[in-house]
């Protein structure tokens, strides 16, 4: 069984930054990861993707979010993360980490970690 363990969430200040990582693991076979993802759910408001970052490097970010987030991923770790720089009020949400993993020989599922608080506050 494959899953995928955040860390790095917390309380910043304004104009602070964080950094967020994800791992995905648990499974006795071998696990091929496509796409790997951060959403971000405020309190009150729909799940929203924050950035996607393909096999092979490629991005893509929410338009608002360009030049203070970076999504990178290390692929020999099964792991991506999410640079948060110049952090606002409105950045304050749960995040939560999204990849498309194969397991063995099986089909290309999509997984979800559990969430970590992410608070923007003075």
């Known amino acids: 069984q494959v899953q995928l363990v955040e860390s790095g969430g917390g309380l910043v200040p304004p104009g602070g930054s964080l950094r967020l990582s994800c791992t995905a693991s648990g499974s006795i076979f071998s696990i091929d990861i496509n796409n790997m993802a951060w959403f971000r759910q405020a309190p009150g408001k729909q799940r929203e993707l924050v950035a996607l970052i393909s096999r092979g490097g490629a991005t893509n970010y929410q338009d608002r979010l360009k030049g203070r987030f970076t999504i990178s991923r290390d692929n020999a770790k099964n792991t991506v993360s999410l640079q948060m720089n110049s952090l606002k009020p409105e950045d304050t949400a749960v995040y939560y980490c999204?990849?498309?993993?194969?397991?063995?020989?099986?089909?290309?599922?999509?997984?979800w970690g559990p969430g970590t608080q992410v608070t923007v506050s003075s």
């Open positions: 999204n990849a498309n993993i194969r397991v063995g020989s099986g089909t290309f599922q999509n997984y």
